[in-house]
């Protein structure tokens, strides 16, 4: 784990994780390489040691937000495969159907939690660039 650890993830961000704990580091690494895949890999553990504290907890919010994202899909489902997964899905009180779809199956679950793109915008670590002719 490079960004949080367990105890961050539960005291700190104050987690409201559906998986069991024994799932919480595996969690934590996936939602670690979903935040750098969706910052096109320009976050790095160099490049975060070198921010501010301010931006480092937003990319540590961020993962947070991931990590409980992907334990209540692991709490419903028993896995996190975006793709073999239903078109709606229910947890609680909570409900969504009609995800964006992200793969060949044409069905899935939005692959990032909707809060993390409000955590990164600041860090302006989803800059792409602009594209040129």
Do not use: W
């Not at 539960?10 to 910052?39: G, H, Q, S, V």
């Not at 931006?55 to 489902?77: N, P, T, W």
């Amino acid at each position: 784990m490079r960004y949080i650890d367990v105890e961050y993830l539960i005291n700190d961000y104050m987690a409201d994780m559906e998986a069991e704990e024994k799932y919480f580091p595996m969690l934590i690494a996936r939602a670690e390489r979903d935040i750098e895949t969706l910052t096109s890999h320009q976050l790095t553990e160099e490049l975060f040691s070198n921010m501010s504290a301010t931006s480092q907890e937003h990319i540590k919010k961020a993962v947070c937000a991931q990590a409980e994202y992907l334990g209540r899909i692991k709490a419903k489902y028993g896995m996190i495969d975006f793709n073999t997964i239903p078109d709606s899905f229910s947890i609680g009180s909570y409900s969504e159907t009609n995800y964006k779809s992200s793969g060949a199956s044409g069905k899935g679950l939005e692959l990032y939690a909707t809060n993390v793109y409000d955590y990164l915008f600041p860090t302006g670590l989803l800059f792409k660039g602009v594209g040129y002719i």
